[in-house]
C-alpha cells in the first residue's frame, strides 16, 4: 500500500449520489413526487425538517432509502396530495422542488439505483496512474458486494482490536452472552471518531462515573442526549442492567445486530475468494470492521476472476440469522465470538428483529469513468486529484468501489 494514498470527502461536493427512480412522475395521481437535494444533512433529519415546515406528518412523507450527511445527494419523496399540491421549500442546507405527481407511493426500496460522482484529493502521481489503469481494468468486471464502514457506526471503543484479523468488539455479542452490564456501558459510553466533541466529553464522563448512577442520571440530563437520564434513574432504582438495555432506544441495538450480521456476511463472501484464489491473488482494504478482499487488477489471474465472477452471477447469500441451512462460513466465525447462529434468537427478548436480505454476491460497475483529473494548487508537495463517476444498485457501497480500484 506504500504510495497509494488519497482522501475522500474533503470537500461537500466531493461526494454527490443521486437517486434513479424506477418511475417518471406524471401530470397526474394521488401523490406529489418531489426532488430533495440536501448537504450535510441525513435523511432522517431532512425529512423530519420537510415535516415540520410544511406541517405534514413525518410517517406519511414517503422515501426510497436513507442518506447519510457526509457529501451532497439528491434523492425523491412522496407525499400525498390532501397535505398539499406543492410543499415546496428552499434552505441554506435543502430544498424540495415538485417534480410530478404519480398513483405510487415512494416506498423503501423502490428505486432502481443511485448515480454516484466522487472526487478523490491529495493524491500523488503513482495513486493517479493506478487509478487511472485500474478504471480501464475495472470497467465491468463484477467486484465482491461488501458492507462497507458506513454500516457499521455501531462499533465502538477499541476499533484497532480488530484490524489484525480478529472479531470486532460488537456490543450486541456480549448481549447475547449475558454480559449485559459490559454491553450497557460499551453502548452508553463508547465513543466513535466522528462524534461530536461535546458528546465524547460526555461519554468519558459517564464512563468515569460509572456505578453512581445519580451523578451519571445529572450529566444525562443536563446534556439532553438520547434517552440516558432514563436509563440511568431505572439503574439507580432498579440495578437491572438487563431492564436497562431493554429501555435502550431499540435503534441502537438493532444497529448493532445488523452490524453483525454485515460483518458474517462479508467474512462468508472473502471465504468463497480465498477459497478460489488464495490471499496471494488477492489484495487488501482496510475497512471499518477489519479487512476486505479484492482481485489483483494488475494481477495475471484477472481473467480467471472474472470466469469466477460470472460463474457465480446472480448467486445471492442470505445475511446469517437462526435455524438458517447454509450455515458453514457464519458458525466458523461465530465461535471466534463464543456464540452460534441460534443464539441470534435471543435478539427477539429485546423487540430486536434482524435483517432478511438476500444479498448478490458480486454487483456490476458497466458505466465506470474518470470523469477528469489534474493537479491541485500546492506549496508543499505535487497533489493530485481525480473524479470518478458510475451507478450501483439499491444497498451497494460506491466506497467498496473506490477500494477495490486503490485499496
Not at 451523578?215 to 436497562?244: H, I, M, P, Q, T
Request: net charge positive; hydrophobic share 40%; with cysteine.
Amino acid at each position: 500500500m506504500r504510495g497509494r494514498r488519497y482522501t475522500l470527502r474533503t470537500r461537500p461536493g466531493d461526494f454527490v449520489v443521486e437517486e434513479l427512480l424506477d418511475f417518471g412522475p406524471g401530470r397526474e395521481g394521488a401523490f406529489g413526487i418531489y426532488r430533495l437535494k440536501k448537504t450535510g444533512l441525513d435523511t432522517t433529519t431532512a425529512l423530519k425538517i420537510i415535516a415540520k415546515r410544511t406541517n405534514v406528518p413525518f410517517r406519511a412523507i414517503g422515501c426510497a432509502g436513507l442518506k447519510d450527511r457526509h457529501g451532497e445527494s439528491v434523492q425523491y419523496v412522496s407525499i400525498a396530495r390532501k397535505w398539499g399540491d406543492r410543499l415546496e421549500l428552499s434552505e441554506r442546507s435543502m430544498s424540495l422542488e415538485l417534480c410530478g405527481y404519480c398513483d405510487q407511493e415512494i416506498l423503501p426500496g423502490s428505486h432502481r439505483g443511485n448515480r454516484f460522482e466522487i472526487t478523490l484529493r491529495r493524491m500523488n502521481r503513482q495513486t493517479l496512474d493506478l487509478m487511472t489503469r485500474n478504471v480501464e481494468l475495472a470497467r465491468g468486471l463484477p467486484i465482491p458486494n461488501y458492507f462497507d464502514s458506513q454500516r457499521f457506526g455501531s462499533l465502538r471503543g477499541a476499533a484497532s482490536l480488530h484490524l489484525s484479523g480478529g472479531a470486532p468488539p460488537f456490543d450486541i455479542v456480549e448481549v447475547l452472552k449475558g454480559n449485559h452490564e459490559k454491553a450497557l456501558k460499551s453502548i452508553l459510553t463508547g465513543t466513535c471518531r466522528k462524534e461530536q466533541s461535546r458528546v465524547k466529553a460526555l461519554k468519558r464522563a459517564l464512563a468515569a462515573s460509572w456505578g453512581d448512577w445519580a451523578k451519571c442520571a445529572g450529566l444525562s440530563a443536563e446534556a439532553r442526549y438520547e434517552n440516558y437520564a432514563e436509563v440511568f434513574a431505572y439503574l439507580r432504582e432498579k440495578g437491572d442492567f438487563r431492564g436497562g438495555l431493554g429501555l435502550v432506544r431499540d435503534r441502537r441495538l438493532r444497529m448493532g445486530a445488523l452490524a453483525l450480521q454485515g460483518w458474517l456476511w462479508n467474512e462468508a463472501a472473502k471465504m468463497r475468494l480465498l477459497k478460489a484464489f488464495g490471499k496471494a491473488g488477492l489484495s487488501v482494504a482496510r475497512y471499518g470492521a477489519g479487512e476486505l478482499l479484492f482481485p489483483k487488477l494488475g494481477g495475471m489471474a484477472l481473467e480467471e476472476y472474472r470466469l469466477f465472477a460470472r460463474e457465480m452471477d446472480g448467486r445471492r447469500l442470505l445475511l446469517p440469522r437462526p435455524w438458517m441451512v447454509e450455515r458453514g462460513d457464519h458458525e466458523v466465525r461465530l465461535e471466534e465470538l463464543g456464540i452460534d447462529l441460534r443464539d441470534l434468537e435471543g435478539l427477539k427478548g429485546f423487540g430486536v428483529s434482524l435483517s432478511k436480505e438476500e444479498r448478490p454476491l458480486f454487483v456490476g460497475v458497466p458505466d465506470l469513468e474518470l470523469r477528469g483529473s489534474g493537479e491541485e494548487e500546492s506549496k508543499a508537495q505535487r497533489r493530485f486529484w481525480a473524479t470518478l463517476r458510475f451507478s450501483l444498485p439499491p444497498g451497494a457501497y460506491a466506497t467498496v468501489v473506490v477500494k477495490a480500484l486503490l485499496g
